[in-house]
């Protein structure tokens, strides 16, 4: 493998544990570490959509909007599928599928909450920096699925 290659793979690799790392810090809940994923400052303005979301812009409110995820999430966890990497320069795009399990807080006496399935697809854009790949913008769009009920609608006469 040729020099630029050995680069090209190594850079893939950095950005596939970058946007691992941004997952798992959401699963921990630690909010000082999911800050740590994103650029830094307000001069290349981030975006986030989280699904249902309008666009949130500016480091400011992108955190927030993640601390007040984690305020009202009892649990999460996501398994990635379908993951893509393709870069350019000091850009990388990263596409997944995020099948997430999160849960509520807790009804009266148990210890956890129902716990909620969902589907989103999702564009992770990240730049290169002096401290790594870092987000620049997360985009989750929730996956629509059809239940067997809609399939029952559709055949019956």
Known sequence: MNEEHAQAAADIAEVEAANTA???????GDHEELSRS??????LAVSCVHP?????T???????SYALI?????????????????????????????NILSGGPAEEGDALG?????????TNVFRRTADGWKLWSHHGSPVLAESDEDDEEETSP
């Open 70 to 98: 984690m305020a009202n999430t009892e649990y999460i966890q996501f398994f990635l599928t379908d993951v893509n990497i393709a870069m350019t320069g000091d850009t990388a795009l990263v596409t997944c599928t995020e």
């Open 114 to 122: 129902p716990l909620v399935g969902q589907l989103v697809v999702a």
């Open 52 to 56: 249902g979301w309008p666009v949130l």
């Open 58 to 64: 500016g480091r400011g409110e992108v955190l927030r």
């Open 38 to 43: 994103w650029l830094p400052g307000e001069d």
């Open 22 to 28: 941004f997952y798992e810090a959401m699963e921990r």
